[in-house]
Protein backbone atom coordinates (compact mmCIF):
# COMPACT_ATOMS: atom_id res chain seq x y z
CA UNK A 1 0.00 0.00 0.00
CA UNK A 2 1.40 3.38 -0.74
CA UNK A 3 1.56 6.30 2.09
CA UNK A 4 -1.27 8.79 2.06
CA UNK A 5 -1.08 12.01 -0.09
CA UNK A 6 -0.86 15.12 1.77
CA UNK A 7 -4.94 15.82 0.74
CA UNK A 8 -5.86 12.51 2.38
CA UNK A 9 -3.63 13.57 5.72
CA UNK A 10 -5.58 16.54 5.50
CA UNK A 11 -8.99 15.08 4.95
CA UNK A 12 -8.08 12.56 7.89
CA UNK A 13 -7.46 15.57 10.11
CA UNK A 14 -10.10 17.61 9.04
CA UNK A 15 -12.59 14.22 10.02
CA UNK A 16 -10.63 14.06 13.68
CA UNK A 17 -10.59 17.74 14.31
CA UNK A 18 -14.47 17.26 13.46
CA UNK A 19 -14.47 14.55 16.55
CA UNK A 20 -12.94 16.53 18.43
CA UNK A 21 -15.64 19.57 18.15
CA UNK A 22 -18.50 17.78 17.99
CA UNK A 23 -17.48 15.61 21.37
CA UNK A 24 -16.67 19.31 22.79
CA UNK A 25 -20.24 20.05 22.98
CA UNK A 26 -20.23 22.19 20.50
CA UNK A 27 -23.50 22.63 18.60
CA UNK A 28 -21.50 23.67 15.61
CA UNK A 29 -19.35 21.47 13.27
CA UNK A 30 -16.27 23.03 11.83
CA UNK A 31 -16.48 24.12 8.21
CA UNK A 32 -12.70 23.50 6.10
CA UNK A 33 -11.35 25.51 3.89
CA UNK A 34 -8.23 25.77 2.03
CA UNK A 35 -5.77 27.60 4.10
CA UNK A 36 -2.55 29.51 2.85
CA UNK A 37 -1.41 31.80 5.18
CA UNK A 38 -0.20 30.50 9.01
CA UNK A 39 -2.64 31.89 11.64
CA UNK A 40 -1.05 34.24 14.12
CA UNK A 41 0.32 32.75 17.32
CA UNK A 42 1.53 29.27 18.03
CA UNK A 43 1.32 25.77 17.26
CA UNK A 44 1.92 22.14 18.22
CA UNK A 45 2.93 19.36 15.72
CA UNK A 46 3.77 15.81 15.97
CA UNK A 47 5.35 13.00 13.77
CA UNK A 48 3.82 10.77 12.26
CA UNK A 49 6.05 7.69 11.41
CA UNK A 50 5.52 4.77 8.71
CA UNK A 51 7.51 2.02 6.96
CA UNK A 52 10.05 4.88 5.42
CA UNK A 53 7.84 7.75 5.37
CA UNK A 54 7.02 10.34 7.85
CA UNK A 55 4.40 13.48 7.96
CA UNK A 56 4.09 16.11 10.82
CA UNK A 57 0.68 17.16 11.34
CA UNK A 58 0.05 20.46 13.59
CA UNK A 59 -2.80 22.73 15.13
CA UNK A 60 -1.83 26.23 14.81
CA UNK A 61 -4.07 29.42 15.96
CA UNK A 62 -3.87 32.75 17.72
CA UNK A 63 -3.87 32.32 21.58
CA UNK A 64 -8.05 32.50 22.33
CA UNK A 65 -8.50 29.68 19.11
CA UNK A 66 -5.89 27.37 21.09
CA UNK A 67 -7.82 27.85 24.23
CA UNK A 68 -10.85 27.35 22.46
CA UNK A 69 -9.94 24.32 21.18
CA UNK A 70 -8.44 22.85 23.80
CA UNK A 71 -11.04 23.16 25.87
CA UNK A 72 -13.28 20.94 24.02
CA UNK A 73 -11.39 18.25 25.07
CA UNK A 74 -11.16 18.98 28.81
CA UNK A 75 -14.27 20.59 29.43
CA UNK A 76 -12.21 23.34 30.45
CA UNK A 77 -10.22 26.25 29.04
CA UNK A 78 -6.26 26.54 29.94
CA UNK A 79 -4.75 28.99 32.05
CA UNK A 80 -2.72 31.10 29.86
CA UNK A 81 0.51 29.08 31.60
CA UNK A 82 -1.04 25.64 30.80
CA UNK A 83 -1.96 26.64 26.73
CA UNK A 84 1.45 24.93 25.48
CA UNK A 85 0.68 22.06 27.45
CA UNK A 86 -2.89 21.79 26.42
CA UNK A 87 -2.19 22.58 22.59
CA UNK A 88 0.32 19.56 22.36
CA UNK A 89 -2.07 17.59 24.03
CA UNK A 90 -5.02 18.61 21.37
CA UNK A 91 -2.37 17.72 18.83
CA UNK A 92 -1.74 14.20 20.28
CA UNK A 93 -5.32 13.50 19.86
CA UNK A 94 -6.21 14.97 16.97
CA UNK A 95 -2.84 12.61 15.59
CA UNK A 96 -4.32 9.63 17.19
CA UNK A 97 -7.36 9.75 15.38
CA UNK A 98 -5.47 10.51 12.31
CA UNK A 99 -3.80 7.38 13.09
CA UNK A 100 -6.82 5.79 13.61
CA UNK A 101 -8.21 6.41 10.22
CA UNK A 102 -5.72 5.65 8.49
CA UNK A 103 -4.98 2.08 10.31
CA UNK A 104 -6.25 0.16 7.35
CA UNK A 105 -4.17 1.72 4.95
CA UNK A 106 -0.72 2.28 6.91
CA UNK A 107 -0.67 -0.01 9.71
CA UNK A 108 2.70 0.78 11.07
CA UNK A 109 1.86 3.95 12.51
CA UNK A 110 3.59 5.83 15.02
CA UNK A 111 3.11 8.61 16.69
CA UNK A 112 5.83 10.95 17.76
CA UNK A 113 5.64 13.75 20.52
CA UNK A 114 4.33 17.07 20.66
CA UNK A 115 6.19 19.81 19.76
CA UNK A 116 5.11 23.27 20.96
CA UNK A 117 6.42 26.35 18.99
CA UNK A 118 5.52 30.21 18.28
CA UNK A 119 8.24 30.14 15.12
CA UNK A 120 6.95 28.92 11.54
CA UNK A 121 8.75 25.57 10.84
CA UNK A 122 11.76 25.85 8.12
CA UNK A 123 8.79 25.17 5.13
CA UNK A 124 11.38 24.66 2.45
CA UNK A 125 12.28 21.49 3.36
CA UNK A 126 8.15 20.48 3.27
CA UNK A 127 5.38 19.94 1.11
CA UNK A 128 2.85 21.69 3.44
CA UNK A 129 -1.26 21.23 3.05
CA UNK A 130 -3.25 23.33 5.25
CA UNK A 131 -6.67 23.36 6.33
CA UNK A 132 -8.23 26.59 7.57
CA UNK A 133 -10.78 24.99 10.35
CA UNK A 134 -13.41 27.69 11.29
CA UNK A 135 -16.28 27.93 13.89
CA UNK A 136 -18.08 30.98 14.93
CA UNK A 137 -15.83 33.43 16.36
CA UNK A 138 -12.88 30.74 15.93
CA UNK A 139 -10.67 30.27 12.99
CA UNK A 140 -7.58 27.95 13.16
CA UNK A 141 -5.30 26.08 10.97
CA UNK A 142 -4.69 22.23 10.81
CA UNK A 143 -1.45 21.76 9.10
CA UNK A 144 0.30 18.65 6.88
CA UNK A 145 3.69 18.58 6.43
CA UNK A 146 5.72 16.11 4.36
CA UNK A 147 9.05 16.24 3.70
CA UNK A 148 9.54 17.49 -0.22
CA UNK A 149 12.67 14.37 -0.42
CA UNK A 150 9.19 11.70 0.59
CA UNK A 151 6.97 14.03 -2.00
CA UNK A 152 9.44 13.29 -4.95
Known amino acids: MSFPSAPEWIEALEAAATEVVSHGG ?5 EFEAGDAAAPGGGAFISLMGPGHSVRLGVVGSTPALKRLAAMLTQEEPADDELKDATCELANVL ?3 VRKLLS ?4 ELTLGLPVYSTQAPALERYQVARSALKLPDLSAELWVMMPKAAVG
Open 26 to 30: GSDLP
Open 95 to 97: AGN
Open 104 to 107: ARVP
